[in-house]
């Protein structure tokens, strides 16, 4: 039944051109033993930084296709090098972590991982983002060009990378001598699933393609006491309560309107029962942002009101809140030109027209953008893939049905359209780059 579903979804997807392709036609014929190398990595997924069994299958993978592999890179990340004459130089990603998500797709080969997480907590595991769909098609992908060397010369630079839910995976590879220990890239790329877009259709975005992140806690002080009795106390409740107030006035009131930003308190933590007026709140914030600049503006005034409303509350000075910005944040994500219009031209012409959109930036975080910004020289690019099936993306449409996000514990990409579509974009992209 696989073949079947896979030959019909091929002749769907496919182009004229396409057909008599060797891209194309060498995608398609690897396509069902990705689907297995999709299913194995679905049903055991890793989380963060303990990646060690899905690194040890990409690198053996690796080594069988004629890659020079080394492995435990910046913890538990794989680079595959294979050096075929005198060109450029260009790194591939896949992202390999599972979140912490109990799977609830209903899929025969659905995830039953459970884990106990860095923080102690005991969860579900499950590839929510997709990450599985990237692996199998970084395989396709390395497969197809390693078979067709004599199309290409130059250094392709393959990575696996641990620890892209947590945006750390990237700086540590990075940190552990990517670019000095292995050929530096001139050209980065990397692709990421949508559950925004159908299945097989390609999205591109110049410019900022996704957002700077950074998570900020804040420890709202106060004096605690009686609830009978509030003047004897300094209520760090109703001070939380202002400060979430006057923050929605960062984005409305000091940020340009024509620059995009977030600020969401996504969890506020006081109190303890109906008559006591506690002594501490904490609040939690994602904080979203694409320029430096804007990032800098959000985060001087997420101190400054904080301080602000805690003053005019009369908190002394010794009760000032702390305001915390944790140290793994993410950055933003840049698609470079002349590579982006390039390679949007490229896929338009392989696929058609109707399978190459232009995207919006999203709020969304990515750490495939610290390989850009560690070296602003290189010409770095990540698009999407649709994953969403057809008929599901039509009902939603017509507003008879409402589609899971990634992350979801009911995200299940339409993997045959996602790799296929995939590997036979980044071939072809390689193939360019690095064309003889």
């Known amino acids: 039944m696989r073949i079947h579903l896979t030959a019909a979804l091929a002749m769907t997807l496919a182009t004229p051109v396409q057909a008599a392709d060797p891209v194309h036609q060498a995608t398609q014929a690897a396509l069902p033993q990705l689907l297995d190398f999709y299913r194995d990595f679905h049903a055991n997924p890793e989380l963060s930084l303990h990646e060690v069994n899905t690194a040890a299958k990409l ?3 690796a080594r069988k296709a004629g890659f020079e592999v080394t492995e435990k890179v910046g913890g538990t990340g ?3 090098v294979l050096r075929n004459g005198t060109g450029p130089i260009l790194l591939i990603r896949a992202d390999m972590d599972g979140l912490p998500v109990t799977e609830d797709t209903g899929l025969s080969f659905a995830s039953k991982v459970r884990a106990t997480t860095d923080e102690g907590q005991e969860t579900g595991v499950m590839h929510a983002c997709g990450h599985d769909t990237h692996m199998a098609s970084w395989i396709g992908t390395l497969r197809n060009l390693a078979a067709m060397k004599g199309q290409w010369k130059g250094t392709l630079v393959m990575i696996a990378q641990p620890a ?3 945006g750390m995976g990237a700086r540590m590879m990075l940190e552990d001598g990517l670019f000095t220990r292995f050929p530096k890239p001139q050209f980065a790329l990397a692709f990421h699933d949508a559950a925004s877009l159908p299945a097989g259709v390609i999205g ?8 700077n ?7 709202v002080l106060g004096v605690g006491g009686h609830g009978a009795y509030p003047q004897t106390t300094r209520d760090p409740i109703v ?4 400060i979430v107030t006057s923050l929605q006035t960062l984005v409305s009131r000091e940020v340009d309107p024509q620059s995009p930003a977030v600020v969401t308190v996504g969890a506020i933590h006081g109190g303890s029962t ?3 007026i506690g002594k501490e709140v904490t609040m939690l914030l994602t904080v979203r942002s694409y320029t430096p600049e804007v990032r800098k503006q959000l985060l001087d005034g997420i101190a400054r009101i904080a301080r602000g409303e805690a003053i005019a509350a009369g908190m002394p000075e010794d009760r000032m809140p702390v305001v915390t910005v944790r140290n793994e944040g993410t950055p933003s994500t840049f698609n470079t030109e002349p590579l982006t219009g390039r390679l949007h031209a490229l896929w338009t012409g392989r696929f058609g027209k109707d399978r190459v959109v232009e995207t919006p930036a999203v709020m969304g975080g990515e750490d495939f953008g610290r390989f850009y910004l560690a070296d602003k020289t290189i010409q770095s690019m990540i698009f999407w893939v649709g994953g969403v099936p057809r008929a599901k993306w039509d009902a939603a449409q017509a507003g008879k049905e409402a589609l899971p996000s990634l992350h979801s514990p009911f995200w299940a990409p339409e993997a045959e359209a996602v790799i296929g579509t995939a590997t036979e974009a980044m071939t072809a992209a390689a193939l360019d780059i690095l064309k003889r």
């Open 59 to 61: 690198a053996a993978e």
């Open 78 to 80: 794989v680079v595959a």
């Open 164 to 166: 892209e839910e947590r």
């Open 204 to 211: 591109v975005r110049s410019g900022y393609a996704l957002a």
């Open 213 to 219: 992140v950074d998570s900020v806690d804040i420890k």
């Open 239 to 242: 001070l939380a309560s202002r």
């Open 274 to 276: 109906h008559n006591i």
